[in-house]
């Protein structure tokens, strides 16, 4: 396998982990503290924003290249974000949950990709990845609508599908990494198999190429001949 393959490859498993386990411990903190739990979310977003710009600020003064740059300006934007979400978390809670639901749809949009791929690789387990999918998508969809009365009832809502996702990916990930790896190493012994096919055609034909120009050099060589017969015969004939 190629070094890229294998930095591919990496990457994936990196994320095969770190991201459900991520989704898990939120959904956990939902569960189980459900009042708090969007608020320091959005906090920690806000912190995350504040301390983003102040990098990008002082990025940008420690650096001696600084025409045309506009790490600046992007700091001081992300700046004034954080401390403005900072302030104001309150009135983007429900914004946060509804950024959440379209993750979540978008996520089951492409597991429906990754089920149809499935399918079509003849991948085992493709059905199960779609109803994974259908349930992600109808979670999303629930977290957008806001069916519920009780605010509590709806956070603790949100921390099981969280869960749920993370344990799926976690699951799907390592699974459909494994498929993906063994579906190359057939794809590439295909592929060998191809070329050492086309290697035998190209040389068969040249191979017929060879013969059917020495069938014409000894089909002009006998007519040469039988020429010369002629006219030595024709000769022999004035002779008499």
Do not use: H
Request: with cysteine; proline share 1%; net charge positive.
């Amino acid at each position: 396998m190629s070094e890229n393959n294998k930095s591919f490859f990496a990457k994936i498993k990196v994320q095969s982990w770190f991201l459900p386990l991520l989704l898990i411990v939120v959904g956990i903190f939902f569960v189980f503290v459900p009042e708090t739990s969007i608020s320091l979310i959005c906090k920690a977003i806000a912190v995350g924003l504040i301390a983003l710009g102040a990098l990008l600020i002082l990025y940008y003064f420690i650096t001696k290249m600084k025409f045309n740059s506009k790490t600046l300006i992007a700091g001081a934007i992300a700046l004034g974000l954080g401390i403005f979400f900072f302030k104001n978390y309150k009135s983007f809670t429900g914004i946060i949950i509804t950024v959440l639901g379209i993750l979540l749809i978008a996520d089951g949009v492409t597991k429906l990709q990754s089920a149809y791929d499935s399918y079509r690789l003849r991948i085992k387990g493709w059905g199960l990845l779609l109803t994974f999918a259908i349930i992600t998508i109808a979670g999303g969809i629930v977290m957008i609508i806001k069916p519920f009365d009780s605010t509590k009832v709806f956070f603790i809502f949100i921390g099981v599908i969280l869960i749920y996702q993370g344990l799926i990916d976690f699951l799907n990930n390592n699974i459909y990494v494994k498929e993906i790896k063994k579906k190359a190493s057939d794809y590439k012994e295909i592929q060998k198999e191809r070329r050492e096919e086309k290697r035998v055609r190209k040389e068969n034909e040249e191979k017929r190429k060879q013969e059917a120009a020495q069938r014409e050099e000894e089909k002009a060589a006998q007519k040469e001949q039988e020429e010369k017969e002629k006219k030595a015969a024709e000769q022999k004939e004035k002779d008499k």
